[in-house]
């Protein structure tokens, strides 16, 4: 039976180790998981059940923290470097057995090395990695699963005793859902997605209560940079189900549903709160999971070359107030009407990025793994830095204040490359302008490039 083998150094990351063997056992069962402390009974040999376990598995997971490569034994030799450490022994025996190595880098510690690995072992720095952050570990968790269902069916094999229907999991199959999102794209019809995608947003919908986030009270001023903080990554957390969807089904390019995706946004503008007397901190950030959506299918769009759906989706669509009144999304969701950049830039994990960026920043670094496996680590750079840019042009042209976002920084230094970049979206043959962007007329467009780099030198020089 195919499984998962869980490699790890003990005082490197148990604590990962222990969680992904917990996930793992519960969606595939404990016996598809070796996990060496509990695998083993007492008095077995651990050398021969290693090995035997280990050939028996599919994937090898290595969990990687931040003493990993640098570990050293009580005479300070490297571990790596030794022969019988069974960190290595593992990994070497992964590779000899057709095994795939997969790394799983905790805390946010850089990507491996190759020089900083023994040559026997740079393989590994070779290998497509996953994070796991305990901050995020139950964003990273079932992102990690839903990676293994796809890439090792087998672990989830059906019981012998259904029968599948036709292009349908059979009765006791576990399915990830991003596999069955998948193939509900892939349907003639597609009817499936929109049932699919508004049952997310349904879910994520039932956790963001005034109960569980208020938008009322009193806080005192020093506890704000952390208590805004564990809200908005509070809103990441619920939200990240129906994010990867999104993403997922934004960059097939299907334009059936983008009807579904941008009413996704008005369904999550509608719940924000409009209380007399609210604290407006709290208010504005009830707009992040709107904002975090609308991120998603702009990238999701830019990466796709849908100009048509980013035109769409922030300047036709819209927030509509009490009294009626629609205010379209680009608008709505200015970064700085939802967080205020002096806040982003207090809050203890955003700390030390300049006050104009620290929203941006955490949008790309939320947005990376959302997009893991959507789109290519590069891709997704340009994909968000040229959203970015886009959107704040058309800010621009909207109104005399624009949203700057990280790549401003890199505007500043240089402003023809991300320009040239996306030249071929702002030209009057363009899907950007013949829908309607800059009222269709290029001359539109160089007012809205000219502003926008004075208000870069004007901000960062």
Excluded at 32 to 47: H, K, M, N, P, T
Aim: charged fraction near 25%; hydrophobic fraction near 40%.
């Amino acid at each position: 039976m195919p499984g998962v083998f869980v490699n790890y150094r003990t005082g490197d990351g148990e604590w990962a180790a222990a969680l992904v063997k917990r996930e793992l056992s519960a969606r595939f069962g404990g016996d598809q998981v070796f996990y060496a402390s509990q695998s083993i009974r007492l008095g077995e040999d651990f050398s021969r059940e290693i090995l035997s376990g280990l050939r028996r598995c599919e994937v090898l997971l290595a969990l990687i923290g931040p003493r990993w490569v640098h570990a050293v034994d009580r005479e300070g030799v490297r571990r790596l470097d030794k022969p019988d450490d069974w960190v290595r022994r593992e990994i070497l025996e992964a590779f000899d057995c057709g095994l795939r190595v997969i790394p799983v880098l905790m805390d946010g510690i850089d990507p491996l090395r190759e020089a900083d690995l023994p040559d026997a072992l740079q393989r590994v720095a070779r290998c497509q990695y996953l994070r796991i952050h305990h901050r995020s570990d139950d964003l990273d968790l079932p992102r990690l699963v839903d990676e293994l269902v796809e890439l090792v069916p087998e672990l989830v094999a059906p019981r012998p005793s259904s029968a599948p229907r036709p292009g349908r999991p059979a009765e006791g199959e576990l399915r990830s859902p991003i596999t069955e999102f998948r193939q509900a794209l892939s349907e003639p019809l597609g009817l499936s997605v929109h049932e699919r995608v508004q049952a997310a947003a349904s879910a994520a919908l039932e956790l963001l209560t005034e109960v569980r986030y208020p938008t009322t009270g009193h806080l005192h001023d020093s506890d704000l940079p952390s208590d805004l903080e564990k809200r908005l990554t509070g809103y990441e957390h619920d939200l990240a189900p129906l994010l990867r969807l999104v993403a997922i089904g934004v960059r097939s390019g299907d334009r059936r549903h983008d009807e579904v995706w941008t009413g996704l946004v008005e369904r999550f503008l509608r719940r924000q709160p409009r209380h007399h007397g609210a604290r407006d901190v709290w208010v504005n950030a009830s707009a992040y999971p709107a904002l975090l959506l609308t991120c998603v299918i702009g990238v999701a769009a830019t990466v796709a070359n849908r100009e048509d759906l980013l035109h769409r989706l922030l300047c036709r669509t819209a927030a509509t107030s009490a009294d009626g009144r629609t205010t379209p999304v680009l608008r709505e969701l200015a970064l700085r009407n939802v967080v205020d950049p002096r806040h982003a830039a207090a809050l203890p994990t955003w700390g030390g990025a300049p006050p104009h960026q620290a929203l941006s920043v955490q949008l790309r670094q939320v947005l990376s793994r959302v997009f893991f496996n959507v789109v290519d680590g590069p891709a997704f750079e340009w994909a968000f830095a040229d959203y970015e840019f886009l959107r704040s042009l058309l800010e621009l042209h909207d109104a005399p204040f624009s949203s700057l976002g990280e790549f401003a920084v890199r505007l500043d230094h240089d402003d023809s490359v991300i320009y040239q970049r996306n030249a071929a979206r702002l030209d009057a043959d363009s899907v950007l302008l013949r829908a309607g962007a800059f009222g269709g007329e290029p001359d539109n467009v160089a007012v809205a490039w000219r502003e926008l780099r004075q208000a870069t030198r004007a901000r960062y020089s």
